[in-house]
């Protein structure tokens, strides 16, 4: 789309950049020429930043760290990532719905916070614009208007409109101040999740800003936000980066079997794949699916396979409407067949169970499959 050009601009005005944006970043109008902020205009891309990882982090299968959504290109009632699924979610911005960032995650409370923390980098050298860092961290969005939705924050200047925006630091871990010159690579603070945050995360923001306007750019395709996920430009990620930043379509955050119900808040917080349980009174055994990416219509099935191979839950279900992350469960111990071999008089069989997750799409062609095992005693 087009955007009306700015030729000028107030200085030290304040401005709210969009969703999780929150933070204010105050632009200084000297020197700030007539550029245009249509994307399709060389002049858009001048001097854009190559960006490394915004995080000190592992990614990737078995990883610690994860893309929990991507910016959404649809910015009605939809949601579309970069690869036009739907690894992203709606919010509220001033243009429509859309989230305006990446959300790079540690998915679980107790890991943030019992293991190491984890560094949030500059993606790029700059200069520190404005800094934030007394916001409490939580997954309640507690007391947080919509002007503090960022969290504690850092915003850095790369020179010629580009900036980078690192939103729900963890409180009082902000290591740089403003005017700061910084290193690509060098460290600002620790993830947290500070302001309108329910995870441990970082937003991950590249804005391109002319004048007191502020467009939201998605680092994996050198597109805006305003565009649709069919236009693609260029990465903007280093090699190495894009090469850890690598999509999956569906993204299993806690495949296996567990000994306590499942629920929305100890999947986030404290739910442990268990590879050892018992059939024995007082030890329950679930099996869970805890996943983003899969997509409305996609038919799910959660299969258990005993040690001989043997079916003892098989669930299929079909995903009525589109959703952030989907979490699925079975109690493995009310099962029709465990039931019906107690009911016959017959032992359980012991050793190790497979629960094999397949989602298949609407022609019903499986497109992510996922595996886990757990040994059960009797
Ligand atoms: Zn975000």
């Not at 460290?187 to 590249?206: K, N, Y």
């Not at 993204?251 to 794949?273: A, C, Q, S, W, Y």
């Amino acid at each position: 789309m087009s955007v009306p050009k700015r030729c000028t601009a107030t200085p030290n005005r304040t401005i709210r950049t969009a969703f999780g944006a929150g933070i204010a970043v105050l632009f200084w109008a000297a020197g700030v020429s007539a550029q245009s902020l249509d994307p399709e205009d060389q002049n858009f891309w001048a001097g854009a930043p190559a960006l490394d990882l915004p995080l000190a982090c592992d990614f990737g299968r078995g990883k610690r760290c994860r893309i929990a959504g991507y910016v959404d290109h649809d910015l009605s009632e939809g949601v579309s990532d970069y690869q036009c699924r739907g690894r992203s979610y709606n919010a509220e911005i001033p243009q429509g719905l859309g989230h305006s960032g990446t959300d790079l995650a540690v998915l679980d409370w107790k890991d943030w916070a019992d293991g190491a923390p984890v560094p949030v980098i500059a993606s790029a050298a700059g200069v520190v614009r404005n800094i934030r860092d007394e916001i409490a961290d939580d997954d309640q969005n507690s007391g947080v208007g919509s002007d503090r939705a960022c969290g504690n924050a850092v915003v850095v200047d790369h020179g010629a409109g580009w900036l980078t925006q690192y939103c729900h630091l963890q409180k009082d871990s902000v290591r740089v101040k403003t005017g700061d010159v910084v290193a690509a690579g060098q460290a600002l603070g620790t993830m947290g999740s500070s302001g309108w945050s329910s995870f441990p995360h970082v937003h991950f923001a590249v804005l391109r800003q002319v004048g007191a306007s502020v467009v939201r750019v998605d680092p994996f395709t050198s597109t805006t936000q305003f565009e649709t996920c069919r236009r693609f430009r260029s990465t903007m990620w280093t090699p190495s980066a894009a090469e850890a930043l690598g999509y999956t379509p569906v993204d299993f955050i806690k495949v296996g079997f567990v000994g306590t119900e499942p629920n929305t808040r100890n999947l986030l917080h404290d739910l442990r794949m268990e590879e050892a349980l018992s059939w024995s009174e007082g030890q329950d055994i679930w099996v869970v699916l805890y996943a983003g990416g899969i997509a409305q219509g996609d038919l799910v099935q959660m299969q258990v396979l005993g040690p001989d191979g043997q079916t003892l839950f098989d669930a299929t279900v079909k995903i009525g409407d589109q959703r952030y992350r989907i979490f699925r469960a079975g109690r493995l111990k009310t099962s029709t067949a465990v039931t019906e071999r107690l009911a016959a008089g017959q032992a359980l069989p012991t050793g190790r169970f497979t629960l094999r997750v397949n989602v298949a799409n609407v022609a019903k062609r499986i497109y992510a499959r996922k595996q886990a095992s757990a040994v059960i005693a009797p």
